[in-house]
């Protein structure tokens, strides 16, 4: 059963005229009070139902995602999502188009948010690609009115209104930490395999990644960064070389590419063990996990990034605030043993 207005009242200890002043953004209540309701919002997933309230005053939405086109596994998760979303979206009055860009192109996506500027929606999401072209893009999209929201990565240096995922440092430093217990102190070289330091998420794992590794684990070594492309042919190779020209203790895949990954260390697979942490749930790692060829697997829920979205672009369509604790993107951690 869906949590409601009640639930939120009775965990937080508040009336519902303080919940509903809270969830409408309204003024007359204390921040220690607003926090606990945010932190009930929070715990319960408490998810607030608009569309009842766009019907009644005939507000439409159009909105456009402007995602990569590759095949990697997670973004095609993403892209279904957004697709089942668009699929139901005429129930809430809204539009929702896709537009599909080559992944880590900054001139493809800047082209892409133009176009999409041009056709005056409520609002844009995209995967962002740290870039000065992108960040003037999304500025433009700003001075024309229109909300932005980033996905999965998010962008440097420019005005957007909400990005939709996880704290990337945190996934690095979390990676970090469970690598070093992997390894028992064995210590050792570790390859870390990334899609490109042009996103913002790539990068932000490294450093939380860097950071923990050389405060906690200073007996292990990190090799320089394997830039895969997501690209699983690509990601093979590398990891492939790696394992045969030095002696790895352990791997940390940080971006897709991961059935490549997988198959390298299948066909590389050696008496000496090697400990590896990857980034999202996928019919590939889940297996890989129960095979014991990855240890651990980092996981962002895209079906709630898609809708946190999409709720912010609505939201800030109507110049309503966004409420953080409903939008906050969690960091699953799955082992063997607590695969769903």
Do not use: C, W
């Not at 791997?251 to 066909?267: E, M, P, Q, T, V």
């Not at 609505?314 to 966004?322: E, S, T």
């Amino acid at each position: 059963m869906k949590p409601t207005v009640h639930d939120i009242a009775a965990k937080a200890g508040v009336s519902l005229a303080t919940v509903d002043r809270v969830l409408n953004v309204r003024k007359g209540v204390h921040a220690a009070t607003r926090a606990k309701v945010e932190a009930a919002i929070s715990d319960l997933g408490y998810v607030r139902d608009m569309a009842a309230a766009n019907l009644a005053k005939g507000r439409s939405y159009s909105l456009v995602f402007v995602v990569p086109g590759n095949d990697n596994s997670f973004m095609a998760t993403l892209r279904a999502e957004v697709r089942a979303a668009a699929s139901r979206s005429h129930i809430e009055r809204t539009a929702i188009r896709v537009i599909e860009v080559p992944p880590f192109d900054a001139a493809a996506l800047t082209q892409a948010l133009d176009v999409a500027r041009q056709e005056r929606p409520s609002g844009v999401a995209f995967v962002a690609i740290d870039s000065h072209d992108v960040a003037e893009a999304t500025e433009r999209l700003s001075e024309s009115g229109i909300a932005t929201v980033t996905l999965v990565s998010d962008i440097s240096g420019a005005h957007r209104d909400h990005y939709a995922g996880v704290d990337n440092v945190a996934a690095g430093r979390t990676a970090a930490s469970l690598l070093g217990r992997f390894l028992s102190g064995r210590g050792g070289e570790v390859a870390v395999v990334a899609g490109s330091m042009l996103v913002r998420d790539h990068r932000e794992r490294l450093q939380g990644f860097r950071e923990v590794i050389e405060a906690e684990f200073p007996e292990i070594r990190l090799l320089p960064v394997l830039e895969g492309r997501d690209n699983p042919e690509t990601v093979a190779t590398l990891v492939g070389e790696a394992l045969q020209n030095t002696s790895l203790s352990g791997i940390y895949s940080l971006g897709a590419g991961n059935r490549g990954l997988i198959r390298a260390l299948k066909a590389n697979a050696g008496d000496r063990p090697v400990s590896v942490i990857a980034h999202e749930l996928t019919e590939n790692t889940a297996n890989a996990l129960r095979e014991g060829v990855i240890d651990a697997v980092l996981n962002q829920d895209a079906g709630h990034e898609v809708r946190s979205a999409i709720r912010v672009l609505k939201a800030r369509a109507d110049g309503q605030q966004v409420i953080a604790a409903q939008e906050r993107i969690r960091i699953d951690i799955f082992l063997r043993d607590n695969l769903p």
